[in-house]
């Protein structure tokens, strides 16, 4: 069967009570053990997705360092407005480490032409007022021949993965943190859905011990 979209990897690490920041944005969850198997599954795909305000928030830059690897998979931020600012390290670095700007129509053409004047950046307009997730993976896969993307967060992006039904499967490091706090950032925002039948159904593939972390796997299931 012809492939639609590239194969998505959903993966947060999460407090004990499902957090993935703290409400000041402070997301130092992992551990060293648990960066080098994050990087570890880096070296596995072709792009790494983040939204822009993980950027903002936490400027990442999304690429392999804990271990060996002679390739970095292509950063993909998806930014409605093009509102990235030159001083993030993503945009800094953005001739050493290929990456791509997902912009929406709705960006002024002010930002477009900023964004347009780094000589290795890549642009893609798609949605009208948010990037349109659907659209842009059929792109990513088409065009970029991408097979492979793991999906790194934050909670708004995770959730419209989630919403979208365009995940596959999930890895999530659970780290021993009680954070608490309604307005600390849990590893799904959006509306959610109203019923446990509403949710997604998963599969448990493995769950890893990582000394004080558990790393669970899960699979989606599409016939249910
Ligand atoms: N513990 C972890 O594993 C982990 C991992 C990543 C992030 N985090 C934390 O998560 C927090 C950020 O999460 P967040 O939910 O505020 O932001 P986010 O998911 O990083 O970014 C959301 C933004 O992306 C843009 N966007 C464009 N198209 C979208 C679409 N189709 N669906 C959803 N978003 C779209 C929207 O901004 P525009 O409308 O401006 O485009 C949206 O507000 C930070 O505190 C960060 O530290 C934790």
């Known amino acids: 069967m012809e492939r639609s979209k590239p194969y998505i990897i959903l993966s947060a690490a999460i407090t004990l009570d499902g957090k993935i920041a703290t409400k000041c944005g402070d997301s130092k969850i992992s551990s060293n053990k648990d960066k080098t198997r994050l990087h570890k599954l880096r070296s596995t795909v072709d792009g790494i997705l983040i939204g822009i305000n993980t950027v903002k928030q936490d400027d990442p830059l999304l690429t392999i360092r804990y271990v060996r690897c002679n390739h970095n998979p292509i950063r993909i931020i998806l930014d409605s407005n ?22 929406s129509e709705k960006i002024s053409q002010q930002n477009l032409h900023r964004l347009y004047s780094y000589p290795n950046l890549d642009i893609i307009i798609s949605g009208k007022k948010t990037v349109d997730i659907k659209q842009l993976l059929q792109y990513l896969l088409q065009k970029y021949s991408m097979k492979r993307i793991l999906v790194e967060g934050g909670s708004n992006i995770n959730w419209s993965f989630v919403r979208e039904n365009l995940f596959d499967e999930l890895i999530i490091t659970i780290a021993p943190y009680l954070v608490g706090g309604k307005k600390s950032i849990s590893f799904l925002s959006g509306s959610g859905f109203l019923t446990i039948e509403d949710s997604t159904k998963l599969k448990l593939k493995t ?3 990582l000394d004080n972390e558990i790393v669970i796997n899960y699979v989606r299931l599409y016939h249910f």
Do not use: A, Q
């Open 82 to 103: 093009g509102d990235i600012e030159r001083n993030t390290r993503i945009l800094k670095t953005s001739k050493k480490f290929k990456t791509i700007i997902v912009v």
């Open 207 to 209: 769950v890893t011990r």
